[in-house]
């Protein structure tokens, strides 16, 4: 029988944070006085917690998934070896921001923004080019979340397939709209580019917070 997939909140500790296994949690633990640690069956519940009060969770039982235990499974932990880009529009368009922050961390490492007029998708898409050339430029193998299949195949395609018609007040956005794409066709990368399962993990790290 597959071992049940678990994930450990530690809110005092040596090292708090979430943990994908119980022998890390317990490293992040041992020896301090006062501890405070649960488990949870999701990454979305237990990073819910770590952003609350342990005494909301002492000596209850954790909440459910929306997904079943077999397709938690599936899915397992985000890797943490990574970073995790957004954007966010208030309108369509409206003023857009996006930004790049390590998952792990929640680290901010790039932001751009807030521009005039813009919608999520191109701000997704700037994103997600964005992250790729930190990561290249750094040298880093870690590999990059979006939560945007549109940005995903807009790379993947090297275009930008969005319907905003430019105008003297987005010439900015579409100015690094037309950088974005000469990157894309002028480099080649091998970084990973993965869907952040947002049911099963929760928001993503880069998040905006506005929803």
Known sequence: MAKKEKFYT???????????????CKAAIAGHKGAQYKSFPSFAEAKKAYNGNYADYKGKKTGQSAL???????????????????AASSGNPGVMEYRGVDTKTGKELFKQGPFEQGTNN??????LVHGLAYLKQHHSNRII????????????????????????KNKAVFDMVRRAIAWLK??????????????????????????
């Open 186 to 211: 002028a480099n080649t990368y091998s970084t990973e580019v993965v869907k952040w399962e947002t049911k099963a993990w929760g928001e993503i790290p880069a998040d905006f917070g506005r929803k």
């Open 145 to 168: 979340y979006s939560d945007s299949r549109t940005a995903m195949s807009w790379v993947r395609k090297k275009t930008c397939n969005s319907k905003l018609v430019e105008t003297p």
């Open 122 to 127: 191109i701000g997704e898409f700037l994103a």
């Open 10 to 24: 530690v809110w005092k500790g040596k090292r708090p944070g979430i943990y994908t296994s119980w022998e890390d």
């Open 68 to 86: 079943s235990k077999a397709q938690l499974l599936k899915i397992g932990a985000p890797n943490f070896r990574s970073i995790s880009v957004d």
